[in-house]
């Protein structure tokens, strides 16, 4: 059993950054590839950044690329999401996930926090 819980979210203006963490307890979280998703109000939730266990290797969505990184400190069971150059259209809310890393591609697992709202302003 994992347990995640994410912190970092508000109200920032576009332009602006933030910085997401998901912070874990439970079973080893270094045993997990960490996902970041997320939903926008209306529609499904959408994967953002994935990175594998030890932190060699990291993936993005087109949308975020250049904009975002995600990074994890294991000593501390915590996985990041550092969000710069926010837009209007990257208001949502950030959910971080326990999963898997195969072959540059994320797969979810059964494990979710209860997720944090990013609202960019413009």
């Known amino acids: 059993q994992v347990q995640l819980v994410e912190s970092g979210g508000g109200l920032v203006q576009a332009g602006g950054s933030l910085r997401l963490s998901c912070a874990a307890s439970?079973?080893?979280?270094?045993?997990?590839?960490t996902g970041w998703f997320r939903q926008a109000p209306g529609k499904e939730r959408e994967f953002v950044a994935a990175?594998?266990?030890?932190?060699?290797?990291?993936y993005y969505t087109d949308s975020v690329k250049g904009r975002f990184t995600i990074s994890r400190d294991n000593a501390k069971n915590t996985v990041y999401l550092q969000m710069n150059s926010l837009k209007s259209e990257d208001t949502a809310v950030y959910y971080c996930?326990?999963?898997?890393?195969?072959?540059?591609?994320?797969?979810?697992?059964?494990?979710w926090g209860q997720g944090t709202q990013v609202t960019v302003s413009s």
């Open positions: 996930n326990a999963g898997t890393y195969r072959s540059g591609s994320y797969y979810s697992g059964n494990y």
């Open positions: 439970g079973r080893i979280f270094s045993s997990y590839a």
């Open positions: 990175i594998s266990r030890t932190g060699g290797s990291t």
